[in-house]
């Protein structure tokens, strides 16, 4: 039996399916799962397969997207079981299994050998076909008598037999699955092609004076079989090394969390270390670690990618929180009561999971054009051989078959899904991971960069370079550690780093974050602290006419209006900076710097990286605001950023990076996610999305090509099925091979240093 690696889901509206079943459906039974399929070639085997499930009773909803060949599955468990499912699959060549590193890894590895199994089939088939159709092509007339005739073509017959049965069965089973779901997919004229071709060539063995004549299609058959093979197995090469490529760059991101032990110290601790029980902590901007209570502190948790609810949800000591929910505001310490494997690293697996679910608009037109232009092959295959029944019946069959194939869309269906898959599995290798599949479209169209400072353009790692203080005393330092570990703000990370930690973990502050401003907190004793730049600290309505002025400070701590303690920072760039927008000044975008910090330390900064229009003081609305002005200009905006007060900018941007160390809000929002600390992966992600969109240009132009031309060949007779199949395979193989050059590309060009 399969496991069932799924959370089980509120069951919501299930009124109508319950119904149908006849029976009540409880609350919290419908459960939702992903996973990998395996046996998919074309868009239309995706449909098929959903019409499969959605068949069954006990499946609510099946979403297949073929780039990733994953499955969203929606179901009942005690109606109907995965087993069961996987056995309506199978006779159509299907199979899946849940999306965990380990068994999709294994499901490729069968997947890869079983393709290669039936290259090699075919191929080694097709070697020994040929030898014995080779005398029938190079003999005069009469040299070869016709016993001797005889004996090759049955031969060849007895040689194409495994190559039909073996080699060329997943081509039977697709289209037969296709027909049976009322679709027509690129399986269909393949498999009539064949068939047609392997029914003339026995009754022209068994019978060559019958109305089939005398000539035989099995070298043919087994060439275009072969060749067609070829194209599918670098495909999947191609596919597979994308795949791994995302596993790989998802999994080698952290995932840990601040665990308080019974001594009220703190530590931290993988996810997978967490037990039920546990108490964790967790600041504003980071993802719930597991399923929980919350025991202290409020705050607001976004559930969007888990429930729908688009609105914050408040959280209050008691509320139960769910694991990958983001924490909004407040620092909250939640007690675990649920742990498991889909927890792990949820933040950039939800990411990843994201990546190929919006199919980008030329994949869905390239979809739509291969449907109609099938339905038009066979229109056109039957005409064909109704013409030469006229012509020259001896010679009907033959144009018939060259029709079915060399008008096989392979190539329409692979030009733009092969592009988009190489690129993404190349921007994996290089650090950027898509939440989007679209982003690759929109990055090919910016011609305006927008960027944040602090932990963008800046180190994310800042130094504290001096601190100045009136009352510098222990209270003033353990009230800073304890509002600047409320906060994912490279600035608050950098002075948690060097204060010492808080004496007492267990003491409960309510902490709340202003985005682009500060940090809140209430101590036990009732006075309001406040962390963050000045004079937001500064408490307004105190007065301040002894107050030192501390504009110069990056962070300044106060208590009840009265500044406490005032650090001073150095901010370096990030390594590489100034080349890369450099760079993308050189391409053609204008850049700006757009940030909340004072705009005397905006201004030094803008100067060292070469941007020349830039903003200081802007709050969360003020960037969106610009932004959206720049949009109605007919700007292409990409937005850059980090913090939990660029996530509104980053939903709004035409497309967004967030910074690999930002916070999950950021993240979550952000059409892709930078996982290195080197702003030059931009640089290739923007170049590598131009030459992409050229390459699909490229694949659709050569497709329409390739049938303009054989086309007509084929419909005349100057095509014979043998160069049909050739020429079919090699323009597949060509759409392949000028798609991988996306992956070789990335993966060979140095990185600058």
Request: hydrophobic fraction near 50%; proline fraction near 6%; aromatic fraction near 6%.
């Amino acid at each position: 039996m399969l496991p069932a690696p799924a959370a089980t889901v509120s069951a919501g509206a299930l009124g109508a399916d319950a119904r149908r079943a006849n029976r009540p459906v409880p609350d919290g039974a419908l459960t939702r799962a992903r996973f990998r399929l395996s046996g998919l070639h074309c868009a239309t085997c995706a449909g098929l397969v959903e019409s499969l499930l959605h068949a069954q009773r006990g499946v609510k909803s099946a979403e297949v997207h073929p780039s990733t060949q994953t499955l969203v599955l929606d179901w009942w468990p005690e109606r109907v079981t995965l087993d069961e499912l996987r056995q309506v699959l199978a006779p159509a060549g299907y199979d899946f299994v849940p999306d965990l590193a380990g068994p999709a890894r294994d499901l490729r590895r069968r997947e890869h050998r079983q393709a290669l199994w039936r290259l090699f089939v075919a191929g080694f088939l097709m070697m020994q076909v040929m030898m014995l159709a080779w005398p029938s092509y190079v003999a005069a007339p009469g040299e070869l008598p016709p016993d001797q005739a005889a004996l090759l073509r049955w031969g060849q017959w007895v040689l194409t037999l495994p190559v039909m049965l073996l080699a060329a069965g997943p081509f039977f089973r697709a289209a037969l699955s296709q027909l049976r779901g009322r679709r027509l997919g690129m399986d269909v004229p393949v498999a009539l092609g064949l068939a047609v071709a392997f029914v003339a060539g026995s009754g022209a063995t068994l019978d060559p004076d019958g109305p089939f004549g005398h000539e035989v299609y099995f070298d043919s058959i087994t060439m275009f079989v072969t060749f067609l093979l070829g194209a599918r197995y670098l495909e999947l090469r191609s596919r597979h090394r994308a795949a791994a490529a995302i596993e790989q760059a998802a999994e080698a991101l952290p995932g840990e969390v601040e665990r308080l032990r019974t001594d009220g110290a703190v530590e931290r601790v993988a996810i997978e270390a967490l037990a039920i029980g546990d108490r964790v902590r967790v600041a504003a901007g980071q993802r719930m670690p597991a399923d929980a209570i919350v025991e202290s502190g409020t705050g607001a948790a976004d559930e969007s990618l888990l429930t729908g609810e688009s609105r914050p949800v408040a959280k209050l000591p008691g509320d139960a929180v769910l694991a990958g929910s983001l924490n909004l505001s407040g620092v909250l310490t939640v007690c675990v009561r649920q742990v498991g494997e889909q927890t792990r690293l949820a933040g950039i697996r939800q990411l990843m999971a994201q990546a190929f679910q919006d199919r980008p608009t030329t994949l869905r037109t390239a979809d739509r054009v291969a449907g109609w232009f099938l339905a038009a092959v066979l229109v056109l295959a039957v005409a064909a051989a109704l013409v030469w029944q006229f012509v020259d019946p001896s010679r009907a069959v033959a144009v018939a078959v060259s029709v079915l194939i060399v008008t096989c869309p392979c190539a329409l269906s692979l030009a733009a899904p092969a592009a988009w898959v190489a690129a993404a599995g190349a921007l994996a290798r290089r650090g950027l991971l898509l939440s989007r599949l679209d982003a690759i479209e929109s990055l090919a169209d910016v011609d305006r960069i927008v960027m944040d400072k602090t932990g963008t353009l800046t180190d994310p790692a800042p130094r504290l370079r001096s601190a100045r203080a009136d009352v510098p005393d222990a209270e003033s330092r353990v009230a800073a550690s304890m509002l600047a570990a409320g906060s994912l703000h490279p600035l608050s990370k950098a002075l948690a780093a060097a204060l010492p930690a808080p004496p007492d973990a267990k003491e409960a502050w309510a902490i709340e974050e202003f985005s682009g401003r500060g940090l809140e907190g209430l101590d036990a004793r009732g006075r309001h602290w406040r962390l963050g730049s000045w004079p937001w600290a500064a408490d307004p309505g105190s007065s301040t006419a002894a107050t030192p002025d501390f504009s110069d400070a990056q962070i300044v701590l106060t208590c009840e209006g009265i500044v406490r303690a005032a650090w001073h920072v150095d901010e370096r760039l990030r390594e590489g900076a100034p080349t890369a927008i450099a760079e993308w000044q050189t391409m053609g975008m204008a850049v700006e710097l757009l940030s909340g910090d004072a705009p005397e330390r905006v201004a030094v900064v803008a100067g060292q990286a070469g941007i020349a229009h830039w903003r200081g003081g802007a709050r969360p609305e003020d960037k969106l605001q610009h932004v959206t002005a720049l949009q109605s200009r007919g700007h292409r905006v990409l937005m850059i950023g980090d913090g939990i007060n660029d996530a509104p900018v980053l939903a709004r941007a035409q497309v967004s990076i967030a910074m690999g160390q930002g916070a999950d809000l950021a993240k979550a929002r952000a059409d892709a996610v930078l996982t290195s600390d080197r702003l030059d992966a931009i640089t290739g992600a923007l170049r590598l999305a131009r030459r992409t969109r050229r390459v699909v240009r490229q694949n659709l132009a050569w497709s329409a090509l390739y049938n303009a031309v054989c086309v007509p060949m084929a419909l005349v007779g100057w095509l014979p099925p043998w160069a049909a199949g050739l020429g079919m395979a090699t323009s597949s193989l060509l759409v392949v091979a000028n798609a991988a050059r996306l992956g070789r590309d990335a993966a060979v060009r140095p990185r600058r240093a």
